[in-house]
Structures are given as structure tokens and as C-alpha cells.
């Protein structure tokens, strides 16, 4: 879910499945077919496969790429603490720290030694908070999916890794949220073990925390790639070890049967602290100024329904280009860690400093831009998933949904058959989950009113976010599919608004 660098790609070679397209060139793989036993990490037992191993260099680490990936990973940590650093020393002014150093009012030293540091308390905190997650997620087997009809949980198939493995998840997300958010509110209510504002009182030596696990997480793998890989057919080296640190080696490095970095990471600390630390800005509002403002609730609401849109459909994340495409390293490690708690919810920060009571109006069109975002975002997801499970054979908006027919080959020189969707948002726009996901993040930018940028960091990151992902997700199909995918876009002209781009 997360900031990635400009990175120009070597070859065309899918990355996925065992896909190749035939224009690929073989000098851009480490192609090694060979006949071997395959070992899946799930303990599933081993079947004796052909296949050719085509996860190897895809990528082509230019001078470019270096800068970026070498500047992201020295700046990244630095932007995140400037960010929540104006929030509590320059009331969420991003102006402000800039114009004092200008005029020799304050220094860089200045400005840090004044920043809360690092403290024990919030070291044990972190601690118990991360060893929680762990603990649920290890030992508390998904027993919703019985009990909540239309949810899937439990143990699921991931997609097939390049190598060709299929792992298996334990899917608890939604319950290790619920037992979490659960004990919240009876600790808030009836327990006071801590205060409801734990979070917002300790947030920045509480950064420095997330940091270290976030280094301590990436060099972890990163060395574990190196030493002892979960499946070293799915490792990628590229030569380069800024880019390989950053990136990530191991495509799903996990620790025993079951604990899967990527979909710990990206789901549990990060995800399911999101609300949380929602919560902790609306208590703290509440202890400030005796109330909680529209905007606030309005920030908790959408925010809210997005993360249990996550968890509700944990198993289709498996599918999706984080689990399906990218490697763990920094990016993922630290990002979950860092910069997603931190800038995702920079909006309810920036309220706890400015608590903006909207008009109604205003309140009414950012909560139905959000909500209108949100069923773009969720449809176009479920209008493609219902397709592709379906094999077509469904109805999408009253009607028998029209496609393109798609050829491709898999490495090992078979064709293999696919479709694409043309009907519904799917032929409206080609990334229209993604613009749905845009209006939803203007909205939560749009709760804090018009006084100051800082809120508004959220929309500039995930329009850059997202655009990026969608030439680097349209490259791949491009190699894959070659001219079925031409005939895909000149039906479906635009990427994410029609007419516009
Ligand atoms: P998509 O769910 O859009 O998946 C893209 C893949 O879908 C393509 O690679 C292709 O795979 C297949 N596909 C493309 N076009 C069609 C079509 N017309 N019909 C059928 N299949 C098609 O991408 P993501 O995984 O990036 O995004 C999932 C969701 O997560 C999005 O809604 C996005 O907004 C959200 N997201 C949120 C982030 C955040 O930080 N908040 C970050 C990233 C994503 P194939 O090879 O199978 O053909």
C-alpha cells in the first residue's frame, strides 16, 4: 500500500504467475528451466513440476532509480517526522518551521532537540501493542467466517508466487481487529487500565519506536533473504543493494508455517492501528475541548469504513498487486511500520490542533464524496473479482458482462487463456477502483476544512501513489497480453477519469 520510487523496467516479463509473453526477451530473466520437486512452505506436501523460474531480473536498477531509492530511504523517516513535528511544535503549520530557519529564528538542532524523544514508556507500550498483534494473529484461528455470512476467512490460497508456489494464509484479520477494538472500548469505558489517549500523548516517542522496528524488520529480511530464505526460487536479487534493501529480496518471507511478513506488516500493525489511533485523536479532542467535532466523526467514520473494508476482504487482498507482485523490504517493512500510521492519519492529528466544526453543508458533501468514492472504490473491486471467479458467467449492472479474450504464455511455452473486463466501471475507466480510492482520500483531506495544506499531504501522496502503480500495472499487462491488451485499451480509453487521462 505504500511509496514506491520511479523504477524503469528492464524487461516486459510478467512478474506473476508463471506468465511470460513471447516478445520477452530471455536475456531479461534468469530463466533456469529445470524439472524440480517443489517444496510448499505451507507444508502442503510436494509435486513434481516443470517450470521455468522467470522471477529473476525483470528490473533494471539505472542511475535514476538509485537516486530515488537512496534519497527515499535517507528523506522517507525525516519527511514523516516533519510532518507530525509541525503538528505538535508549529500547530500542524508546515510553513512555519521553514520560514524560522529562513530567518535564523530556529535551528535544525533547535527544532530537534525540542521533539519529544525516545522514552521507555513508549518503548512498553510498543511492545505490548506489537506483541499483541503477533499473539492474535499467530494463535487466534479465524472462527468469524462461521458465524458472519459473506465473510471468507480462514485459511486461504494465495496466488500463485512466480516460482510457482501457492501459499496458504490464515485469514483473522476482521476478528483480530474486533478482539482488539473490543478491549478498547472496555478499557475506555470500564477497565481505565490506560487512558483513551495513550496514543495521541505518547505519538512521537512512539515514532521512534515504530522506526526501529521498521529498520529492525527490513535488514531482517534482507539478511534472512541472504541466510536462510523461506523459498529461494522466489528470491530477486537485482546487484544492487540499496535497491534490493529497499525493494525487498524474498517475494514472501515468513518465519514457520504461518507467519507471513507481508500480510503481518501491511495488515496488523499498521491497518488495525489506523483506527485506533483515530480513536486516541477523538479522546484527546474530547479531554482538550470538552467535545468532539463533526469533522472528527466524519474522519473516524470513513477511515473506519475503509479498514474494515480491508479486513472484510482480507482474502482478496491476497490477490492483489501487494501479495501478487511486490517483494519485502523497506518499502513494505518500514512503510507499514512508519509511514502509513503516521501520514495516513494525519488528518485526525491536524483536528486534534484545529478542531474544525464544518457547517452541515460542508459536512453533507464531504461525507457523500467519501461515500460515493468508497462504492466506486468497493464495486469496481467485487465487479472484476465476481468476473474472474465467475469466468464471466454472472451479471454485472442487470446485464451478461462483455469482455476481450486474452492469450498469453506461460514460461514453460503454454497458452493460456484469460478475459478482460470491458463492462460495468471496468469500461468506464481502467483503473476506476483507483479514482474511487482518490475521491475517498480528498475526502478525508476535504473534513479538515481549507485553512492549512498539511491534511491535504494524504490526496498528493496516493494520486502519485496510485498513478504510478497504474503505468506500472499496465506495463506488465502490456506484457503479458501484447495485442489483446491494444485491443483492451482502445475499448476502454482511459486509465482513471474518462476523457481526461
Ligand atoms: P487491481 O485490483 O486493479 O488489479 C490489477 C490487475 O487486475 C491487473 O494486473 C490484471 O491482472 C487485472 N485486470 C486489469 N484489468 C482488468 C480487467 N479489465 N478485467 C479483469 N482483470 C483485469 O489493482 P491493485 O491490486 O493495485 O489494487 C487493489 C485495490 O487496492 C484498489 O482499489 C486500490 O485503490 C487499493 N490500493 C490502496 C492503497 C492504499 O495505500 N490505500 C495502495 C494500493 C492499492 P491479471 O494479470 O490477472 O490480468
Known amino acids: 500500500m505504500l511509496l514506491k520510487p520511479v523504477i524503469r523496467r528492464k524487461s516486459a516479463g ?10 520477452v526477451k530471455a536475456a531479461d530473466t534468469m530463466e533456469s528451466t529445470r524439472r524440480r520437486t517443489q517444496h510448499s512452505t505451507n507444508g502442503k506436501g510436494s509435486e513434481a513440476v516443470e517450470k521455468s523460474a522467470q522471477w529473476g531480473r525483470a528490473w533494471e536498477v539505472d542511475w535514476f532509480s538509485l537516486i530515488g531509492v537512496v534519497s527515499l530511504l535517507c528523506f522517507a523517516p525525516f519527511i514523516v517526522f516533519y510532518f507530525v513535528m509541525a503538528c505538535d511544535q508549529y500547530k500542524c503549520s508546515i510553513s512555519q518551521p521553514l520560514l524560522e530557519l529562513y ?5 535544525l538542532p533547535s527544532i530537534w532537540a525540542r521533539a519529544p524523544s525516545f522514552t521507555w514508556t513508549a518503548a512498553k507500550i510498543y511492545a505490548v501493542w506489537v506483541s499483541f498483534q503477533v499473539f492474535l494473529y499467530i494463535c487466534i484461528p479465524d472462527v468469524a467466517h462461521k458465524f458472519i455470512p459473506g465473510y471468507v476467512g480462514g485459511v486461504q490460497d494465495g496466488a500463485r508466487t512466480p516460482a510457482g508456489l501457492i501459499n ?7 476478528q483480530c481487529w474486533i478482539i482488539t477494538h473490543a478491549l478498547w472500548l472496555a478499557n475506555a469505558k470500564y477497565l481505565h487500565w490506560v487512558s483513551p489517549t495513550i496514543i495521541f500523548d505518547n505519538w512521537i516517542p512512539l515514532m521512534w519506536c515504530a522506526n526501529i522496528l521498521g529498520y529492525a524488520v527490513s535488514t531482517f529480511a534482507f539478511l534472512k533473504a541472504y541466510l536462510f530464505p523461506t523459498n529461494a526460487e522466489d528470491c530477486k536479487f537485482t546487484g544492487n543493494i540499496f535497491y534490493n534493501y529497499m525493494m525487498g529480496i524474498e517475494f514472501n518471507p515468513r518465519i514457520g508455517k504461518w507467519f507471513d511478513f507481508k500480510l503481518f506488516f501491511n495488515g496488523r500493525p499498521g491497518i488495525v492501528a489506523w483506527t485506533l489511533i483515530n480513536l486516541s485523536y477523538m479522546a484527546k479532542q474530547q479531554e482538550l475541548y470538552g467535545q468532539v467535532t463533526n469533522s472528527m466523526i466524519l474522519v473516524n467514520v470513513l477511515q473506519g469504513i475503509y479498514v474494515l473494508d480491508f479486513l472484510w476482504n482480507e ?5 492483489t498487486i501487494d501479495i501478487c507482485h511486490d517483494h519485502f523490504g523497506w518499502y513494505l517493512g518500514w512503510g507499514d511500520c512508519v509511514w502509513l500510521p503516521y501520514l495516513y492519519t494525519l488528518q485526525g492529528l491536524y483536528l486534534v490542533y484545529h478542531p474544525v466544526q464544518l457547517s452541515d453543508t460542508h459536512a453533507l458533501a464531504v461525507l457523500l464524496l467519501g461515500l460515493i468514492g468508497y462504492y466506486i472504490f468497493r464495486s469496481t473491486n467485487h465487479q472484476k473479482d465476481l468476473f474472474r471467479r465467475t469466468e464471466g458467467a454472472c451479471s454485472i449492472w442487470g446485464r451478461r458482462p462483455t469482455h ?3 492469450s498469453y504464455l506461460s514460461a514453460d511455452g503454454r497458452s493460456h487463456r484469460s478475459k478482460l473486463l470491458t463492462s460495468g466501471f471496468w469500461g468506464v475507466a481502467r483503473h476506476f477502483n483507483y479514482t474511487g480510492d482518490l475521491m475517498g482520500s480528498l475526502a478525508y483531506c476535504a473534513a479538515c476544512g481549507f485553512s492549512h495544506i498539511l491534511p491535504y499531504f494524504y490526496i498528493v501522496y496516493m494520486t502519485i501513489l496510485l498513478v504510478h502503480r497504474c503505468v506500472r500495472d499496465e506495463h506488465r499487462c502490456s506484457s503479458k497480453y501484447g495485442k489483446d491488451w491494444k485491443r483492451y485499451t482502445d475499448a476502454v480509453r482511459y486509465r482513471l477519469i474518462p476523457g481526461v487521462f
Do not use: F, R, V
Open 315 to 319: 482474502a482478496w487482498y491476497l490477490k
Open 103 to 107: 530567518q535564523g529564528k530556529a535551528t
Open 404 to 406: 476481450i479474450e486474452c
Open 14 to 23: 510478467s512478474h506473476c504467475p508463471n506468465l511470460q509473453h513471447t516478445e
Open 168 to 174: 496458504k494464509y490464515e485469514i483473522n484479520g476482521l
